[in-house]
Nanobody
Framework: QVQLVESGGGLVQPGGSLRLSCAAS???????????MGWYRQAPGKERELVAT???????NYAESMKGRFTISRDNAKNTVSLQMNSLKPEDTAVYYC???????????WGQGTQVTVSS
């Protein structure tokens, strides 16, 4: 089964931290490896927006509002990507989605998303 599965979401108080993880599995990655992985989020009534991306060689890109608070990392051998979120704010509340961009044919996959709620 080809899938991206996110985990680690939940309820956290303002100023707290969460670590999200995303694991890719399936035969497709043996034939078309993952290049860039990333995290995106979508809050109620808002468009989905980029949080951070990381390439297979470790180059990162962050949305401006996440710089200094969030850190993206990956394990190429395991095809996993993580997002360490610190100093969380209520406005960070959203569904967070994992995305994997494959090396060939402009293929990509989305995870189902995991809810992050920042509230007292």
């Amino acid at each position: 089964q080809v899938q991206l599965v996110e985990s680690g979401g939940g309820l956290v108080q303002p100023g707290g931290s969460l670590r999200l993880s995303c694991a890719a599995s399936g035969n497709i990655f043996s034939f078309n490896p993952i290049n860039t992985m990333g995290w995106y989020r979508q809050a109620p009534g808002k468009e989905r927006e980029l949080v951070a991306t990381i390439t297979s060689v470790g180059s990162t890109n962050y949305a401006e509002s996440m710089k200094g608070r969030f850190t993206i990392s990956r394990d190429n051998a395991k095809n996993t990507v993580s997002l360490q979120m610190n100093s969380l704010k209520p406005e960070d509340t959203a569904v967070y989605y994992c995305k994997a961009d494959l090396r060939f044919y402009n293929n990509y996959l989305w995870g189902q998303g995991t809810q992050v709620t920042v509230s007292s």
